[in-house]
């Protein structure tokens, strides 16, 4: 760097500086190029192409990696419609969507406002809440082996507060599976954004929230009324993560612990798209529904955009 | 009246205390449903089966590693880590590659199709990668890679790639300007610069991308099983095969749950606020 620093060369030229700014956007614009064209290449064959592959297998009737495709048009998709498993699963879904983001995102705004303050055990709480964040879905599924087991944590629990009759074999039972697969998002979920709106926060200077407590706003006021408009924003970020992950990654709860029984009772359309790729070997179909995820993830991240994205107006 | 009766009773009034007391009840009850069965499974891979579901929440009253030698006897799991390690490295370094100089290019170089580039990448926040399970093994079998460990290292850089170049461009913007343009007045051409000058000051930024990448990369399980044969499996594809399909072993499964965590949550525990800090700047500015 010294070298760089302590090089003779001087400076351009004054005399013809119009022309000189003019050579150094076209000179800035090819080396733009040239810097981001591996990561943009890299991208749209890898990430961008796929994307608009799955659209087109969703056309096609193709039953195995090495049988040929046959393109049907939109049969894929009449043939949704009249599927139970897939009404089963659309179902599911609605139900889970219904269930955790309301039931994730609301309490993880006021833990991530009461975090915010910094409250004494703050660190030791951040590193517990953030924990779930930091081990694989996998490793996640395996705690929830043991919590769910007939003679697992939860069955321990309630044995041991007297409520015997409770007991269920959590993953084996119709009325509960789903809700069983549900809970797993609040494991690691509340947490995790908690700990992201404790940050969001952080960046409100104090005494914004002092001056309303003055004029005798109570914290459940100065949280729901001031705090969370501020953050309104990130929270419909947040919220549009979340939405992606109950739509896909949380098929891989299903996939880990269920595989969609018992009977179709904890079919997700997450997970029935991986089923009848990887399972049925209906690569097609299985776009199918890829696709049908697709268009409710894009009309819930609209949704969700129109819903928390007013105040910039303000 | 004493100063912290005073303040405490003011504290009830204004609902300050109350809303406290039950802040804090809350975070206690979260942070039990948290550690609890992280607790079950941290003791439960030094027990047997009976003194599991015995005594669920007691310590082990020896420290038995038989279960660590029966999970890597069923699930090869130090063949497994090894091919993590791999493709976690090889991803890594690739990912740099691609996203610093692309982070250079966005953060510091003027021009209009720097807002186009942006976009596009900012689009990979909202493409769920599992969407394209199907298309990216077909992408990968054409390619001659599916299979192999390379497909991984191939596909995770390019999934990476929206939230390492935003981590790494916020970085690269809070560097002064007049740093970058004093060494172009002294001759420096743009590798240099970025070389001598961006990556160092950079570091911070760099060492959160890799951070970050690192736990996604280690922890990442459905392109691992389905990409990858049975001889290249991944950590997290060993540990899902390690709870059989009827019995569970769960003295075994614990105990490589264990394992797979280690490495990621050292790693959490060290860097802890660049970690948030690196989530919360991919999440806003995605």
């Known amino acids: 760097m010294q070298s760089i620093l302590r090089s003779p060369h001087s400076g351009p030229r004054k005399t013809d500086a119009v022309s000189y700014h003019q050579r150094k956007r076209a000179r800035d614009r090819r080396a733009f190029l040239l810097f981001v064209a591996p990561a943009l290449i890299a991208f749209a064959i890898l990430m961008l192409w796929p994307l608009l592959n799955m659209f087109y297998l969703s056309l096609v009737k193709w039953q195995g990696l090495v049988k040929p495709k046959t393109f049907v048009g939109l049969a894929n998709f009449s043939k949704l419609l009249g599927d139970r498993h897939f009404l089963r699963a659309l179902m599911n879904t609605g139900i889970h969507l219904l269930v955790s983001m309301p039931g994730v995102m609301l309490p993880a705004f006021m833990l991530g406002f009461f975090m915010s303050q910094r409250p004494r055990g703050f660190r030791l709480l951040r590193t517990i809440f953030f924990s779930p964040a930091m081990i694989s879905v996998t490793a996640i599924a395996m705690l929830f082996v043991g919590v769910y087991l007939p003679d697992g944590i939860l069955n321990t629990f309630l044995r041991a507060v007297g409520l015997d009759s409770w007991t269920r074999i959590w993953l084996g039972n119709r009325s509960t599976v789903l809700g069983a697969i549900i809970a797993i998002d609040f494991f690691g979920g509340i947490g995790y954004y908690a700990v992201l709106f404790s940050a969001a926060l952080s960046s409100i200077p104090s005494e914004l929230y002092e001056s309303a407590q003055l004029d005798g706003a109570g914290q459940w006021t100065v949280m729901w009324r001031m705090a969370f408009p501020l953050i309104l924003d990130f929270f419909g970020v947040a919220s549009m993560l979340h939405l992606i992950w109950i739509l896909m990654g949380a098929a891989q709860n299903v996939l880990l612990l269920t595989r969609g029984g018992p009977g179709d009772y904890s079919l997700t359309l997450g997970y029935y798209m991986y089923e009848q790729a990887f399972v049925n070997n209906q690569f097609g179909y299985s776009q199918a529904v890829g696709v049908v995820i697709f268009v409710i993830g894009v009309l819930g991240t609209l949704l969700i955009r129109w819903a928390t994205h007013r105040n910039y107006q303000q | ?286």
């Open chain 2, 1 to 286: 009246m004493s100063a912290f009766a005073e303040r405490f009773g003011r504290g009830w009034r204004d609902g300050r205390t109350g809303f406290r007391a039950s802040a804090y009840f809350l975070c206690i009850v979260y942070a039990l449903a948290v550690t609890i069965p992280l607790y079950y499974v941290l003791i439960s891979a030094f027990k047997n089966n009976a003194q599991i579901f015995g005594m669920p929440l007691a310590l082990p009253t020896s420290l038995d590693f038989k279960n660590f030698a029966t999970a890597e006897a069923s699930a090869h799991l130090l063949r497994a880590t090894l091919i993590s390690l791999g493709v976690t490295a090889g991803s890594e370094v690739l990912v740099l590659l691609l996203a610093f100089p692309a982070a250079y290019a966005i953060a510091r170089i003027r021009t209009r199709l720097a807002v186009v580039v942006e976009g596009i990448f900012s689009l990979g926040f909202l493409v769920p990668a599992f969407a394209m399970l199907v298309p990216v093994l077909l992408l990968m079998a054409q390619i001659g890679v599916l299979y192999d460990p390379l497909s991984l290292i191939l596909f995770y850089p390019a999934w990476r790639l929206p939230l390492s170049i935003v981590v790494l461009a916020s970085y690269l913007r809070t560097v002064p300007r007049e740093i970058e343009e004093s060494a172009e007045m002294d001759g420096a051409n743009r590798l240099q610069i970025i070389l001598h000058l961006l990556f160092p000051l950079a570091r911070p930024g760099v060492i959160t991308v890799v951070i970050i990448n690192f736990i996604t990369f280690w922890n990442e399980f459905l392109f691992a099983l389905i990409l990858l044969s049975q001889q290249n499996r991944t950590m997290q594809v060993a540990l899902s095969i390690l709870k059989g399909e009827r019995l569970v072993d769960y003295g075994m499964l614990a105990a490589g749950v264990l394992i797979s965590i280690l490495p990621v949550y050292i790693m959490f525990l060290i860097f802890q606020e660049q970690i948030v800090e690196g989530l919360y700047v991919g999440a806003v500015k995605g």
